[in-house]
């Protein structure tokens, strides 16, 4: 069974960048969907990034919340079975648990432990 494992998260000042990775110990073909989500205290669980798998042909789609639109970057190392978020210009409202999530082509989703993002001064 595919585990996730999320690191780089961390305290950073307002304008600061962080890289989050998260690790797979398995991610096949069979992937519909891989992305970021974030919680802060008292909130949802919102999509930050993804990067979707559509049809036969598999063609990938990148979304972003509004939010962090031109901030936030989602990358995939296919080799290292790894995804990144790279987040620049960092706001205190950024300051979430930030989860990585991955969906498969049989129904499985599967989540990692999550990773602490601060914003402050």
């Known amino acids: 069974q595919v585990q996730l494992v999320e690191s780089g998260g961390g305290l950073v000042q307002p304008g600061g960048s962080l890289r989050l990775s998260c690790a797979a110990s398995g991610m096949s073909r069979s992937v519909v969907t891989v992305g970021w989500y974030r919680q802060a205290p008292g909130n949802q669980r919102d999509m930050v990034a993804r990067?979707?798998?559509?049809?036969?042909?598999?063609?990938?789609?990148?979304d972003y919340a509004d939010s962090v639109k031109d901030r936030f970057t989602i990358s995939r190392d296919n080799i290292k079975n790894t995804v990144y978020l790279q987040m620049n210009s960092l706001k205190p409202e950024d300051t979430a648990v930030y989860y990585c999530r991955l969906q498969t082509e049989n129904g499985g989703d599967i989540w990692g432990q999550g990773t602490q993002v601060t914003v402050a001064s």
């Open positions: 990067i979707r798998y559509l049809g036969e042909k598999r063609l990938r789609r990148t």
